[in-house]
C-alpha cells in the first residue's frame, strides 16, 4: 500500500528527497520491530454515493463479517515508520517540507554534536592529561601556557557541544509540542465534522475510547519520539539518529584500528544481538494497545459511573458498579501484567547480551591467534583494538536499549494512526446506498426543498452488522404549518425514520425531502433528552450557535423561559449564570426541565420544521400543552414520534407504522 494513499493527491508529492534518504537509512532497524498485526478492523473502505458519515466496505462479499460491521481490517504492511509519518502528514498537510527541514536539522545538529563529542572531547582531553603529568624540557615544571590554552580550548568546545545539545533537544521538544498541537486539531476537526463521531460509535465499535486515542496516546506517542517538555528529556527521534551515527563512526574506527576481518566479525555479532532483540519484542506493540485499551475502559466506566450516580443511588446498583469496576481493574492489571512480562523478556535478552560483549571482545582478539594469522599481540595493540570493538558494542548497544521504547511508540503509534485514517476515509470519497437488508445498492434521493419535510417510497433498515428491514417504503409529507404525529410500536422503526431524514443513517431506496439547511428557517431536530452545553443558561438555548452579549437577546431568552415554566431558572441561575461548581446541566435540572429547556431552543432558533423525538415524554399534560401550543403558534411544520394519544390534538395528521413494516396516513 502506498506511503501516503490515505491522504488527498496534494500530499502525494511531498515526501523530500531528503525524507527519502532518511527513510532508507532507518527503514531496515525499524523493520526489526514486529509489523502491527491486524488484531482489530478500524479502517473504512469507500465506494461509490452516500448521504454521510463514514463508509462500509464496499468489495467483501454480501453477508462478510467486514461488509456486515462496516469496517475492514487495516493493511497488513503498515509498519511503526508507515504510522508514524501519516500521523506526521496529517498534522503538518500545510507546511510539510519546511517542517521536514526542520527536523532534519535538528537531527543533523543532534548528530554533528554526538560526533564531535566522540571525536574532539577524547583527544582534547588525552592532550590535558598529558599536559598535566609531563615535565618542561629546562627546568622540571609544566608547560602551564599551553595547559592554560589546551584547557580553554577545551571549555569552549564544552560551551559549542551543550550549546548544540540544548539547541537541537529544545528544538525538537518544540516540534512535538506543535505536532500534537496540529495533530490534535486536525482530529478534533475530522471528528465532529460530517457526523462522525456519531458514525465511528455506531458503525466501529470495535474502534474502543476515541477520546483516549486523541488525548492520551497521541500525547505519550509524541512526547517518547520528539521528547518530554516536562522533563526536558530527549525523545527517540532525535537518540535513534544520534546513536546511529555514533554506531557508524565507532565501526569505521574499528576497520581502521582492528581491520576488516574483526570489525566483520563483530558487525555479525551486532547484527545476530539487533535481531534477537527485535525478535523479542515482536509481541510488544499488541500488548501495549491492550493496555491502553483496557485502561480507557477502566476510565470510561468511572466516567459512565458519574454520570448516572444518581440512577445509580436510586436502584442501589453500588454492589454491581463495584463489580464492573473490579472486573475493568482486572482487565486492566492483566494487560499491564502481560505487557510487563514481555518486556521483562527483552531486558533479560538485552542483559545477557551486554554481559556476554566483553566475551565477545576477548573472543575475537583472540581469533586470529588461534587462527594463525598472529603470533601474538602487544599489550598496546590489544588496547587499541579492545577500546575500538569496545566503542563499536556501545553504539550498538545504545540502538538495541532504543528497541523497546519504539515497540511502545509502534503501539500507540498504531492506536493513533488507526483513528486517523478511520476518520480520513470519509473525506476520500462518499459512499453507494446499500439495499435492504444490506443487499445491492439501489437509488436514494435526497431533495432539498425549502417548502416540506417527508418521504416518497422510502425503504430503511437498521445498520450493520446484522441489518433489519424496519420498512419496504413509507411515503408522507408535511408542509409549514401542519403537523403529523408518528405513531406506532416500539421497534417497528419510529425514531429510525427521522435519523433516515437527519442524515445519520443511510436508507437503502426512496426519495427524503427536507431543506438543507440546519437551524433557523430550515429544519431542526429535538430529542428526547435535549444536548446541554457546557456554559449558562443562555448558550443552553442558543445552541449551537454561539451566544452573544445583546440586551435585546437576553430579554427574549428570559421572556421565553418564563412563557414555558422555567422562569425559576433565571431567578436562581440568571440568564447568564453558570449550574454551581460549573456543574453539566443534566446533573442540575430535572429531565422535564431539560426538556422544556429544549422547546426554549427550538422556539428561539425559529426553524421551518420541526422534528420531535419523544420530546414531551418527561412533561406533565399542563406543560406539554404549553410547549407544543407555543409551537403551533410558531407557525412552523412539525414531524413528532410520540406515544401519548394527548399530543393528537395538536396534530393534524397521523402516521401509523405497524410492526411489519407497513404504514397508514390519515388526517386528525
Wanted: proline residues 5%.
Amino acid at each position: 500500500m502506498p506511503l501516503l494513499s490515505v491522504y488527498p493527491d496534494e500530499m502525494r508529492g511531498s515526501e523530500s528527497r531528503l525524507v527519502t534518504l532518511l527513510r532508507l537509512l532507518f527503514e531496515p532497524l525499524l523493520r526489526l520491530l514486529p509489523r502491527s498485526e491486524p488484531a482489530a478492523p478500524y479502517v473504512p473502505v469507500a465506494k461509490g454515493k452516500r448521504q454521510g458519515g463514514l463508509d462500509f466496505k464496499a468489495d467483501a462479499g454480501a453477508g462478510s463479517p467486514a461488509t456486515d460491521a462496516g469496517y475492514s481490517a487495516p493493511d497488513a504492511g503498515y509498519s511503526l515508520w508507515r504510522d508514524v509519518w501519516c500521523l506526521f502528514a496529517a498534522a503538518h498537510k500545510s507546511d510539510l517540507r519546511r517542517v521536514v527541514l526542520w527536523t532534519s536539522g535538528n537531527v543533523a545538529l543532534s548528530v554533528l554534536g554526538a560526533v564531535l563529542y566522540g571525536l574532539i572531547l577524547p583527544g582534547l582531553q588525552g592532550q590535558t592529561f598529558s599536559l598535566l603529568t609531563a615535565a618542561g624540557v629546562a627546568d622540571g615544571h609544566a608547560d602551564t601556557a599551553a595547559l592554560r590554552a589546551n584547557l580553554a580550548s577545551l571549555f569552549s568546545w564544552i560551551c559549542v557541544l551543550v550549546t548544540i545539545d540544548v539547541s537541537s533537544s529544545a528544538s525538537q521538544i518544540y516540534l512535538g509540542v506543535r505536532w500534537r498541537r496540529k495533530l490534535t486539531s486536525r482530529l478534533h476537526s475530522d471528528y465532529l465534522s460530517r457526523n462522525a463521531s456519531y458514525h465511528l460509535a455506531q458503525r466501529f465499535p470495535a474502534l474502543d475510547n476515541p477520546d483516549q486515542r486523541i488525548t492520551s496516546d497521541l500525547d505519550q506517542c509524541l512526547r517518547s519520539l520528539n521528547g518530554d517538555y516536562t522533563t526536558s528529556s530527549g525523545g527517540i527521534v532525535l537518540s535513534l539518529c544520534t546513536n546511529l551515527a555514533l554506531a557508524l563512526a565507532a565501526t569505521a574506527s574499528c576497520v581502521k584500528a582492528a581491520g576488516a576481518d574483526v570489525t566483520l566479525a563483530m558487525c555479525g555479532y551486532v547484527a545476530l544481538v539487533l535481531v534477537l532483540n527485535g525478535w523479542v519484542n515482536a509481541a510488544v506493540p499488541p500488548w501495549v494497545r491492550r493496555v491502553e485499551r483496557a485502561e480507557g475502559d477502566l476510565r470510561f466506566a468511572h466516567v459512565r459511573l458519574r454520570t448516572n450516580a444518581e440512577a445509580v443511588a436510586f436502584f442501589d446498583g453500588s454492589d454491581v458498579e463495584a463489580r464492573v469496576l473490579s472486573d475493568r481493574l482486572t482487565a486492566a492489571i492483566a494487560a499491564a501484567t502481560g505487557l510487563y512480562w514481555r518486556v521483562t523478556k527483552q531486558s533479560l535478552v538485552r542483559s545477557l547480551c551486554a554481559s556476554t560483549d566483553s566475551f565477545v571482545i576477548l573472543a575475537v582478539v583472540a581469533a586470529p591467534l588461534f587462527s594463525g594469522q598472529k603470533a601474538a599481540w602487544t599489550v598496546s595493540e590489544i588496547t587499541t583494538v579492545s577500546n575500538a570493538v569496545g566503542l563499536m558494542l556501545g553504539g550498538c548497544s545504545s540502538l538495541v536499549a532504543l528497541i523497546t521504547p519504539l515497540a511502545k511508540v509502534a503501539g500507540l503509534a498504531r492506536r493513533v494512526a488507526e483513528l486517523q485514517r478511520a476518520l480520513a476515509a470519509p473525506h476520500a470519497a462518499p459512499m453507494q446506498p446499500r439495499g435492504p437488508s444490506g443487499g445491492s445498492a439501489r437509488t436514494v434521493i435526497m431533495e432539498h426543498t425549502p417548502d416540506a419535510i417527508g418521504a416518497r417510497d422510502l425503504a430503511f433498515s437498521t445498520p450493520p452488522p446484522a441489518p433489519i428491514a424496519l420498512s419496504p417504503g413509507v411515503t408522507f409529507s408535511v408542509r409549514r404549518g401542519e403537523a403529523l404525529l408518528v405513531s406506532g410500536p416500539s421497534g417497528v422503526g419510529k425514531s429510525s425514520l427521522l435519523r433516515c431524514l437527519a442524515g445519520l443513517w443511510e436508507a437503502d431506496a426512496g426519495t427524503l425531502l427536507r431543506p438543507a439547511a440546519v437551524g433557523r428557517g430550515g429544519v431542526f431536530f429535538l430529542p428526547q433528552r435535549p444536548y446541554l452545553p457546557l456554559g449558562s443558561l443562555r448558550q443552553c438555548i442558543v445552541y449551537p450557535r454561539v451566544c452573544g452579549a445583546a440586551a435585546g437577546e437576553a430579554l427574549e431568552l428570559v421572556e421565553l423561559l418564563f412563557s414555558l415554566g422555567l422562569g425559576h431558572l433565571v431567578e436562581r441561575f440568571g440568564i447568564d449564570g453558570v449550574a454551581p461548581d460549573a456543574r453539566p446541566w443534566d446533573s442540575v435540572l430535572s429531565v422535564g426541565e431539560q426538556q422544556r429547556l429544549g422547546f426554549a431552543r427550538l422556539l428561539f432558533t425559529a426553524p421551518a420544521f420541526a422534528i420531535l423525538d419523544e420530546a414531551t415524554s418527561a412533561l406533565d399534560v399542563e406543560a406539554e400543552a404549553r410547549c407544543m401550543r407555543r409551537c403551533r403558534e410558531a407557525g412552523f411544520g412539525i414531524l413528532s414520534v410520540a406515544h401519548r394519544p394527548s399530543l393528537a390534538e395538536f396534530h393534524t395528521h397521523r402516521l401509523t407504522m405497524a410492526a411489519k413494516g407497513t404504514s397508514e396516513l390519515t388526517r386528525l
